[in-house]
């Protein structure tokens, strides 16, 4: 990567799963659609198709209860719909995984704790970033997405917690972040403009989109500028540290930003089975659009422009 002069390697430490959907096709009243997340569908998945031992344990009763009345409410193509949906969620393949692999893999890496898979992490990074340093590559794990555990699998990249676990185990600004809204943002408990105060030094790529969350835990991922993530306030968060990088005299003052995930909306509804679920063209354009935008009228504000 060094000698291509690429010195940001976004990466991830989620074992068997990457992000996690139920709904890749969720229509909003717009005419768009969007990716959604519900937990009562994941419950249903989890007891009634994956069928995993001992699932009912980490389920209260009134999500059993929920969970078992929506699998009975699908038609056996939704049914199909949502596996194939959860079972996206692989990285590295446009096809669902298969089931039987899903369950190989799954009795797996369920044996490993989130003490272990940390530890793993740890091993990883000791081992590695003396060479980034070297080479002036920069290392940017991305969080969890849901940041919280599904099927029992741990999760080391969701809380404040974690990301200072992660920074205090190898001290140095090549063991960073990329930070992204959508995914820290689905958990209410994540305050993400203390996340950018207090690891911004270490973020050397940012990922902004927007999630509409409700109370049950069910989340969509919204428009760019509307939702339950303060893009606003996020969008001010990272100028301020580009500012303080600029005053420090780093070379890496400008931080790479990207839109994250976009609605399917307009000609992309012709052409969806060309692109990843959450990569369409027109929905991302219109969200670095609207992120451009807002990082210009911030920056106008501050009297930056």
Same mark, same amino acid.
């Given at each position: ?5 690429? @010195?940001?390697? *976004? ?13 890749? =096709? ?34 209260? !009763?009134?999500?059993?209860?929920? %969970? $078992?009345?929506? +699998? ?13 949906? &959860? ?7 446009? $096809? ?8 190989? @893999? ?7 704790? /989130? ?18 340093? /070297?080479?002036? &590559? ?5 969080? =969890?997405? #849901? ?6 699998? #741990?999760? &080391? ?6 990301? %200072? +676990? &992660? ?9 960073? +972040?990329?930070? *992204? ?7 209410? =408990? ?35 500028? @509307? ?25 890496? %003052? %400008? ?11 307009? !000609? ?38």
């Amino acid at each position: 990567m060094a000698k291509h002069n690429i @010195n940001i390697i *976004c990466y991830n430490f989620m074992p068997l799963i990457d992000w996690t959907r139920t709904n890749l =096709d969720y229509q909003l009243p717009n005419g768009a659609s969007s990716l959604l997340y519900d937990p009562i569908a994941i419950a249903a998945f989890d007891l009634f198709i994956l069928k995993r031992d001992n699932a009912a344990e980490v389920y209260e !009763d009134s999500v059993l209860r929920k %969970a $078992e009345a929506y +699998f009975k409410s699908l038609s056996a193509q939704e049914k199909r719909a949502l596996e194939n949906a &959860i079972l996206a969620g692989i990285p590295g393949s446009k $096809e669902p995984i298969l089931m039987s692999v899903f369950k190989q @893999n799954l009795a797996l890496v369920s044996q490993i704790s /989130k003490n272990q898979l940390q530890e793993n992490l740890v091993y990883f990074l000791r081992a590695i970033l003396p060479e980034a340093e /070297k080479l002036g &590559i920069h290392m940017a794990i991305h969080p =969890d997405d #849901p940041p919280f555990s599904v099927f029992g699998i #741990p999760r &080391i990249t969701s809380t404040y917690e974690d990301l %200072a +676990f &992660i920074r205090d185990c190898y001290p140095s600004l090549h063991n960073g +972040f990329t930070f *992204c809204s959508g995914s820290l943002g689905a958990s209410p =408990d994540n305050d993400l403009v203390k996340i950018i105060e207090d690891f911004g030094e270490r973020i050397h790529f940012i990922h902004l989109r927007n999630i509409q969350l409700s109370v049950s835990g069910e989340f969509y991922e919204a428009e760019h500028l @509307n939702g339950s993530v303060a893009i606003d306030d996020i969008m001010e968060a990272l100028i301020k540290e580009q500012l303080k990088r600029k005053g420090y005299g780093r070379t890496d %003052a %400008a931080i790479p930003l990207r839109p994250d995930h976009g609605h399917v909306l307009l !000609d992309d509804k012709k052409r969806q089975s060309d692109f990843y679920p959450g990569y369409s063209l027109i929905g991302r354009a219109l969200g670095m659009a609207q992120l451009t935008g807002l990082e210009k009228g911030i920056r106008h504000q501050m009297k930056l422009v």
